[in-house]
Nanobody
Framework: QVQLVESGGGLVQAGGSLRLSCAAS????????MGWFRQAPGKEREFVAA????????YYADSVKGRFTISRDNAKNTAYLQMNSLNVEDTAVYYC????????????????????????WGQGTQVTVSS
């Protein structure tokens, strides 16, 4: 069982930055691919970014590419989402997710965008961007 705890959300003005953290309880953190998703009121959960278990490959939604950066520090059992140039459309609850690496290793990259492929989820952290 893996427990994930997000932190770093808050209120920021448009154009500003935030860094979200996802701390994992699992000592074998390096065995999991990680993803960030978000959900705004009245909308479905949306893929934001993903990173493979080693940290060598990243994936981004078109809406955040060039502005957001996903990373991980396996020694600290933590994943991050650096968010720059935030705009009002980024307002949402952001969720961290972990999935067994074998689920993704030999599959098409698009499955990393599917929330149903992940095994564990954090409680979410609110990000609000004001104009």
């Amino acid at each position: 069982q893996v427990q994930l705890v997000e932190s770093g959300g808050g209120l920021v003005q448009a154009g500003g930055s935030l860094r979200l953290s996802c701390a994992a309880s699992e000592r074998t953190f390096s065995s999991y691919a990680m993803g960030w998703f978000r959900q705004a009121p009245g909308k479905e959960r949306e893929f934001v970014a993903a990173i493979n278990s080693s940290g060598g490959t990243t994936y981004y939604a078109d809406s955040v590419k060039g502005r957001f950066t996903i990373s991980r520090d396996n020694a600290k059992n933590t994943a991050y989402l650096q968010m720059n140039s935030l705009n009002v459309e980024d307002t949402a609850v952001y969720y961290c997710a972990a999935g067994f690496a074998d689920t993704f290793r030999f599959a098409a990259s698009k499955i990393r965008r599917d929330p149903g492929r992940y095994d564990y989820w954090g409680q979410g952290t609110q990000v609000t961007v004001s104009s």
